[in-house]
């Protein structure tokens, strides 16, 4: 596609759900990342796909958090058991090359009720 | 730990004026500079890609200086507009699988 896609674009879970959010590269993109934005707070890391590497996890706050990448392309990162403090945005980007630019795109906004 | 912080943290200037915001960062061995903007409740949008061999770069009313040197960058924004308001974001792409965002300028152009 001509962005990186996201979706869903908003998201309200009940505490202790578990949600799937997702992310669609721009073809041929071989790098991914998923950050999360918190309300006034930076852009946090949670973890990095490169082509068929093993991912960089460094980022992910708990083992509540996981994601995968199939094919190389789309991405998934499911939250288990969600918790208020799981509320933020999460955006996801991606890349032609590791450290040649990145495209953003619009996030998810996940609200734990 | 690479660590970028941008100055100041929120500028409001009348429409028309030119306008520099700064970006430093503390580790100099950085593979590129890329500035964002990001409007309320959106997500981030590129501005301009600097390259660590390269020192600026242009695109329309905007231009991007980097310094590795010292650990800086500028985006100038020239004759400023409403539609220029929103939170401005440095990134600096180091080694290792991340790149590490300054916590943004918040602009807001007056008309």
């Given at each position: 596609g001509a962005g990186v896609s996201q979706s869903p674009s908003n998201k309200v879970t009940e505490k202790g759900k578990d949600v799937e959010l997702r992310c669609d590269p721009i073809s041929g993109h071989t790098a991914l990342y998923w950050y999360r934005q918190s309300l006034g707070q930076g852009l946090e890391f949670l973890i990095y796909f490169?082509?068929?590497?093993?991912?960089?996890?460094?980022g992910l706050p708990s083992d509540r958090f996981s994601a995968e990448r199939t094919g190389g392309s789309v991405?998934?990162?499911t939250i288990?058991?969600?918790?208020?403090?799981?509320?933020?945005v999460y955006l996801c980007a991606s890349s032609s090359r590791q450290g040649y630019g990145?495209?953003?795109g619009s996030g998810t906004r996940l609200t734990v009720v | 730990k690479q660590e970028v912080t941008q100055i100041p943290a929120a500028l409001s200037v009348p429409e028309g004026e030119n306008l520099v915001l700064n970006c430093s960062f503390t580790d100099s061995a950085i593979y590129n500079l890329q500035w964002f903007r990001q409007d309320p409740g959106k997500g981030l949008t590129s501005l301009l890609l600097i390259q660590s061999s390269q020192r600026e770069q242009t695109s329309g009313r905007l231009?991007?200086?980097?310094?590795?040197?010292?650990?800086?960058?500028?985006?100038?924004?020239a004759a400023s507009q409403p539609g220029d308001s929103a939170t401005y974001l440095c990134a600096v792409f180091h080694t290792g699988n991340q790149f590490y965002f300054g916590t943004g300028t918040s602009l807001t152009v007056i008309p």
């Open positions: 490169q082509g068929n590497s093993a991912p960089d996890k460094s991405s998934t990162l288990q058991r969600t918790q208020q403090e799981d509320s933020a990145y495209t953003f | 231009n991007a200086s980097l310094d590795k040197s010292s650990g800086r960058s500028t985006l100038y924004i």
